[in-house]
């Protein structure tokens, strides 16, 4: 890939990077701070149940994606940025170009979610 491209897409993973430390920051302060007054003011127990639930979710993926963008960063030092991990065939550039941390070209990512589908039944 040349290098003007490595570039733009390294700007972009710093950029997703630096919101999603911020978010997970947050929703770590939500996870903890859940007895606070604007969460009862919601109403009854199930409702700040469902809440805490719905932060911690929503905090867990976000920590899977801060994952996934810090190993496409290490991959962009490495130069193996741009390969499929699965195949080893290059990521078409318009998938990069809305996921830049993406690990699989789009053949092997349908093929893993087929079988994580299996899996799970
Ligand atoms: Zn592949």
């Known amino acids: 890939m040349r290098k003007d491209r490595l570039a733009h897409y390294r700007k972009m993973l710093v ?8 978010e997970v920051g947050k929703s770590a302060l939500y996870g903890k701070g859940q007895e606070d007054d604007s969460i009862k003011d919601l109403g009854d127990q199930a ?11 929503l905090g867990n993926g976000d920590r899977r994606l801060l994952k996934e963008v810090v190993t496409a960063l290490q991959k962009l030092d490495e ?12 990521i078409a550039e318009k998938r990069l170009e809305a996921l830049p941390f993406a ?9 893993i979610e087929e079988e994580e589908r299996m899996a799970t039944g």
Do not use: D, M, N, P
């Open 103 to 111: 690990r699989y070209c789009i053949g092997c990512q349908r093929a």
């Open 47 to 57: 409702t700040t149940a469902y809440t805490r639930e719905f932060l911690f979710e």
């Open 15 to 22: 950029e997703k990077h630096r919101q999603l430390v911020e």
């Open 79 to 90: 130069g193996s940025f741009g390969s499929c991990e699965r195949c080893g065939e290059v």
